[in-house]
């Protein structure tokens, strides 16, 4: 659609069932679409027309992003499998990434050289992007997130933690995080120095990412879980979205030239 106008740019592009993602690439020319038809698809995102076969999987496909040169597309399916693809041809660049049960998520590291995947259950590895072989050993947590210099990778919890992890080797860097009930979903800062994270317990909090410990107060929504909370592109401020039908803006976070926070 025209953000100006909220007209359509392009001709729907359709699948067989329901469409779970939609992303444009890194250039904007191209938008990939997952999909419970079992595939995903590249289309142009000027015509709607596809541009390459279909992505296959033997199952529902719940997620498809881009790599950040725009060359691949990482999927990650229901049939208990990750798959690095060709966005311009749609053919498999690496061997399939196995978990034990369907797979929830699958991203690229900023450098594109590796790929994190979660399951159903809660376990998080990370992979080769060429070869599909994996980096590391199971991560047990899930909703994960690369640092911005892909060197860590922050998961959360339902055992009320969220950790920093190095991806390399699926070790812990740092103490667990730790909330009063489940955390729904952590995110380093821009500068990969912080983590930030919003849980049950009605609170988010920002911490070390390289001790754990907390670096602010604790911001607190009275009544509802929060849900999500994110940095701003420069660090200074965090958004969180919670259950009590706001999005807020609560703690302003900046740094001196002795980088004390203030």
């Known amino acids: 659609w025209d ?13 067989e069932d329901w469409v779970e993602s939609a992303e444009f690439s890194p250039d904007g020319r191209w938008v990939v679409t997952a999909s419970y038809d079992d595939t995903a698809r590249v289309w142009d995102a000027a015509t709607g027309k596809p541009v390459s076969e279909p992505m296959k999987h033997e199952d529902w496909v719940e997620s498809a992003e881009f790599s950040p040169d725009g060359r691949w597309v990482v999927t990650a399916s229901y049939d208990d499998t990750a798959r690095v693809w060709d966005a311009a041809t749609g053919k498999p660049v690496s061997e399939p990434m196995k978990h034990e049960d369907s797979v929830h ?4 590291s900023p450098d594109g050289r590796w790929v994190v995947t979660v399951s159903k259950y809660g376990t998080a590895r990370v992979w080769d992007a060429a070869t599909g072989k994996p980096v590391s050993g199971p991560m047990k947590h899930r909703g994960t997130q690369f640092s911005p210099d892909s060197r860590w990778v922050v998961t959360v919890s339902d055992d ?16 667990p995080m730790k909330h009063e009930h489940f955390v729904n979903s952590a995110q380093f800062s821009p500068d990969g120095r912080w983590v930030v994270t919003a849980s049950g317990d009605k609170t988010a909090r920002v911490w070390d990412a390289a001790t754990g410990k907390p670096v602010s107060e ?9 849900n999500s909370v994110q ?6 401020w965090v958004v969180m979205a919670s259950r009590d039908y706001t999005g807020s803006s609560p703690l302003c ?3 001196n030239a002795n980088n004390d926070i203030y």
Request: aromatic share 6%; glycine share 6%; hydrophobic share 35%.
């Open 3 to 15: 953000a100006a106008t909220g007209k359509p740019v392009s001709e729907p592009m359709k699948h």
């Open 105 to 108: 998520s699958a991203e690229f």
């Open 160 to 175: 009320k933690t969220a950790r920093v992890w190095e991806a390399a080797t699926g070790k812990p860097v740092s103490e």
């Open 218 to 226: 604790t911001m607190r929504h009275e009544n509802r879980v929060i």
């Open 231 to 236: 940095f701003s592109p420069d660090g200074r």
């Open 253 to 255: 976070i900046s740094r």
